[in-house]
Structure formats: C-alpha cells, structure tokens
T-cell receptor, first 113, second 112 residues
Framework: DAGITQSPRHKVTETGTPVTLRCHQTENHRYMYWYRQDPGHGLRLIHYSYGVKDTDKGEVSDGYSVSRSKTEDFLLTLESATSSQTSVYFC????????????FGQGTRLTVV | QKEVEQDPGPLSVPEGAIVSLNCTYSNSAFQYFMWYRQYSRKGPELLMYTYSSGNKEDGRFTAQVDKSSKYISLFIRDSQPSDSATYLCAMSADTGRRALTFGSGTRLQVQP
C-alpha cells in the first residue's frame, strides 16, 4: 500500500451535509492525488497536490475542495454532498514525479442518501 | 470522446491461455504508459510501467506501446485464476502539471 491510509473506509451520509475524507502517507512523498471511480468511467482525477499548500483541479473538481497543510495529509472535502458524489474515492501518491507511476490507497466507499 | 478507450469486457479465458488487453488513446503527447491490476474492493496496484514506445517484459507480463498507432497492449502468458481482476491502462504526458489519465478498465476472468 506504499504507506497510504485512507479514512474512513466506508461512509454513508445525507444529501447536503459536508464530508471530509482523509489520506495519510508515511513516505513523505511530494505528489498526492484524489480520484473517484465509477462504473464505466474508470478513475477520474478530482484534485492533486504538488506539495504543501500547492493544489490544483482535476477533470471532475466541481463540488470538491482539498487542503494540504502537511506533507503527509491530503484532505478531500465535499462541501455539500449530493447523490452524484456516491462513489469510491482513491488517494494516490507518486514517488518520483507527476508523470510517473502512482500508488494507491485502499479506497473510501462513500454513499450519499 | 474519451482520451483513453478500453474495452470493458468481461473477458473470459481458460487457465493457461494467453490474454491480450488493449487501450487506444487520442492524445499524442502521452509518453508514459502504465498497467494496473485491481481486485474487487481493492485499490489499483501497478503492474507495468513503460516510457515511450517499445516492449517491456516482467515474468508472465509483457507491455507493448505503439505510439504511431496510439495503441498499447498488455499480454499475460499462462494465465492463472489469480489473474482474475480488472486491468486498467493509464498514461500521462511529458509536460507540465499533469497526473495519470485512466482507461475505464477491462474485467478479466480466468476459468480453472
């Protein structure tokens, strides 16, 4: 798992509530990513980070925000959860650069009811 | 149109068969190509990583990249039931602040 821990692993929340997912790494790597995985769409990039307080949007960033105040933690927040955000969320890190291989956490299964 | 296209399958083969998994892509800037394996309810794990064109072999796995055709392949020899999983291709360009773009994955079932 390349030292990546996602929490929580499962969550059910109500529409309109804020939700924060946490990704913690023990390897001190610079590059971190949040993806969501949905049937028929594969993995789609939500946000990514190239270092502390250095974040940028991916292809499906609407409705999501991120923060990275420490190298080891990358937080994903759903400001006001909607049913379309029901998905499996994966955190990933790159060990050597933004265009090289990424290593993934075990995922967070989020259901918005 | 998606930047990366991958047949979702499912692909069912008998144990011992040679498996061919493929992706096509449209972005000619892609230079880095990867294959991931994902078991049910698990995170993707990296199988193969190649840069630019050519072949790379690792045990029973061979990755091929044909940039002129914008086509990549993963071959699995002597397939085993433990190879049953979803296989995702991924790629990225050599420019700027980018991350990986993934195919939607092909589900493989190897029958004992």
């Amino acid at each position: 798992d390349a030292g990546i821990t996602q929490s929580p692993r499962h969550k059910v929340t109500e529409t309109g509530t804020p939700v924060t997912l946490r990704c913690h790494q023990t390897e001190n790597h610079r590059y971190m990513y949040w993806y969501r995985q949905d049937p028929g769409h594969g993995l789609r990039l939500i946000h990514y980070s190239y270092g502390v307080k250095d974040t940028d949007k991916g292809e499906v960033s609407d409705g999501y925000s991120v923060s990275r105040s420490k190298t080891e933690d990358f937080l994903l927040t759903l400001e006001s959860a909607t049913s379309s955000q029901t998905s499996v969320y994966f955190c990933a890190i790159s060990t050597t650069g933004p265009n090289t291989e990424a290593f993934f956490g075990q995922g967070t299964r989020l259901t918005v009811v | 149109q998606k930047e990366v296209e991958q047949d979702p399958g499912p692909l069912s083969v008998p144990e011992g068969a040679i498996v061919s998994l493929n992706c096509t892509y449209s972005n000619s800037a892609f230079q880095y190509f990867m294959w991931y394996r994902q078991y049910s309810r698990k995170g993707p794990e990296l199988l193969m990583y190649t840069y630019s064109s050519g072949n790379k072999e690792d045990g029973r796995f061979t990755a091929q990249v044909d940039k002129s055709s914008k086509y990549i392949s993963l071959f699995i020899r002597d397939s085993q039931p433990s190879d049953s999983a979803t296989y995702l291709c991924a790629m990225s360009a050599d420019t700027g602040r980018r991350a990986l773009t993934f195919g939607s994955g092909t589900r493989l079932q190897v029958q004992p």
